[in-house]
């Protein structure tokens, strides 16, 4: 299993452009998720997978729905968090359900408890418009960047040591 400390530019290249087609598309990702694996016993190493499967089952969950899905991801390890994920998507508006069923959706579909902590659902300021809070969420993100690729993002992203990810650290599903 691969193990990694950075994320890498073409990655991170991908995930921008995912974000961009999104919202040229009309799906813009207006939610961000944070997901804390490692707080509930899901060892580090098997993190990324557990991850992924979740995903696939929110996809699927969406789609059930007859709701768009996209959305960009990525995973960080650092401090008293351990491993978690940051997930933005498109969260339709005029979803029939309120905020708190979609979190308890979202914890059912990625299997986790309904614990304090483990799950933060964000939808985007409605005071600013969406490219800030795109950009924002992106910089957010982004931050576990490699550092000698700084110099080719034109977002202003303020590094971090993110810590050492086994398996994928980074990824998106396209609209």
């Not at 921008?16 to 190493?45: M, Y």
């Not at 992924?52 to 650092?78: A, I, K």
């Not at 690729?149 to 980074?170: C, H, N």
């Amino acid at each position: 299993m691969k193990a990694s400390s950075y994320i890498e530019y073409p990655d991170a290249v991908k995930l921008i452009d995912t974000a961009l087609e999104a919202w040229r598309l009309e799906v813009p990702w207006n939610c961000f998720i944070t997901v804390h694996l490692q707080s509930v016993g899901i060892k580090p190493e098997d993190c990324s997978k557990y991850f992924r499967d979740g995903l696939q089952r929110l996809r699927r969950y969406h789609e059930r729905h007859n709701m768009p899905f996209t959305c960009g991801w990525v995973l960080e390890s650092h401090g008293y968090k351990g491993v978690h994920a940051h997930l933005l998507l498109h969260r339709p508006k005029d979803l029939p359900m309120g905020p708190h069923k979609y979190r308890w959706d979202v914890l059912k579909r990625f299997k986790l408890p309904n614990q304090k902590g483990v799950l933060k659902v964000k939808k985007f300021y409605s005071f600013q418009s969406y490219e800030t809070n795109l950009k924002e969420a992106l910089r957010y993100c982004l931050k576990g960047l490699r550092p000698d690729a700084l110099e080719y993002m034109d977002l202003p992203i303020s590094l971090t040591k993110q810590g050492k990810v086994m398996g994928k650290r980074i990824g998106q599903l396209h609209p």
